[in-house]
């Protein structure tokens, strides 16, 4: 089956730096990527629509000055938390749907985030 | 606007009985539906879905859901539990057809499974 990869699978920062996140579908090309967050025993919240040679679009309530996503490629987004703070600290998971039908999504194996 | 509701933020079973995770949705379009299953610390493994086709979906791990348009329903069956379905389980629905579509997520039933 499809498979995306994340990496870093968890990371740890200092408050005030940056962190970048990477979504990769590894069979599939994916004009489209999605970036979830979820905090502790909670659901994921859609923070963005990634565009493949696109803007992002981004849920409302989302700051796009914070959480800047770039899909660079057919395979590849990234989603960088700029200047994080303790509370960005989360679960975030991307996916990428493949083919269009059922528009089955696929989910990266998600990215904990720790900011000190 | 289409949505997902759970009903019940925690289930627990025995071990060997039947599991039943509730799920009602909203939409004004004929909706695809799905059921994910998380391990802890872990991304999402899809366990069925709905599109159109059979009201009975089988899934994974034994997993079944009917979906019910007169009830406006997609629960999560199981006949027997086992110890390795405890988890987090999430009913979610697409939001269109197309491959840029948003899938929106309900709040998440924790399975638990006693001895």
């Known amino acids: 089956g499809a498979v995306v990869s994340q990496h870093p699978s968890w990371v740890i920062c200092k408050s005030g730096t940056s962190v970048k996140i990477e979504c990769r579908s590894l069979?599939?090309?994916?004009?489209?990527m999605f970036w979830y967050r979820q905090f502790p025993k909670q659901s994921l919240m859609l923070m963005a629509t990634?565009?493949?040679?696109?803007?992002?679009?981004?849920e409302q309530g989302v700051e796009k000055d914070k959480f800047l996503i770039n899909h660079a490629s057919l395979t590849l987004s990234t989603l960088t938390v700029t200047s994080a703070h303790p509370e960005d600290s989360s679960f975030y998971i991307c996916?990428?749907?493949?083919?269009?039908?059922?528009?089955?999504?696929?989910f990266g194996p998600g990215t904990r985030l720790t900011v000190l | 606007a289409q949505s997902v509701t759970q009903l019940g933020s925690h289930v627990s079973v025995s071990e060997g009985a039947l599991v039943l995770l509730r799920c009602n949705y909203s939409?004004?379009?004929?909706?695809?539906l799905f059921w994910y299953v998380q391990y802890p610390n872990q991304g999402l493994q899809l366990l069925l879905k709905?599109?159109?086709?059979?009201?009975l979906v089988k899934g994974i791990n034994g997993f079944e859901a009917e979906f019910k348009k007169s009830e406006t329903s997609f629960h999560l069956t199981k006949p027997s539990a086992h110890m390795s379905d405890a988890a987090e389980y999430f009913c979610?629905?697409?939001?269109?057809?197309?491959?840029?579509?948003?899938?929106?997520f309900g709040s998440g039933t924790r399975l638990s499974i006693r001895p």
């Open positions: 990634s565009n493949e040679g696109s803007k992002a679009t981004y």
């Open positions: 996916s990428a749907p493949r083919g269009t039908g059922t528009n089955e999504q696929f």
């Open positions: 939409s004004s379009v004929p909706p695809y």
């Open positions: 069979d599939f090309q994916a004009t489209t």
């Open positions: 979610a629905v697409l939001t269109g057809y197309s491959s840029a579509s948003k899938i929106i």
């Open positions: 709905y599109t159109s086709a059979a009201t």
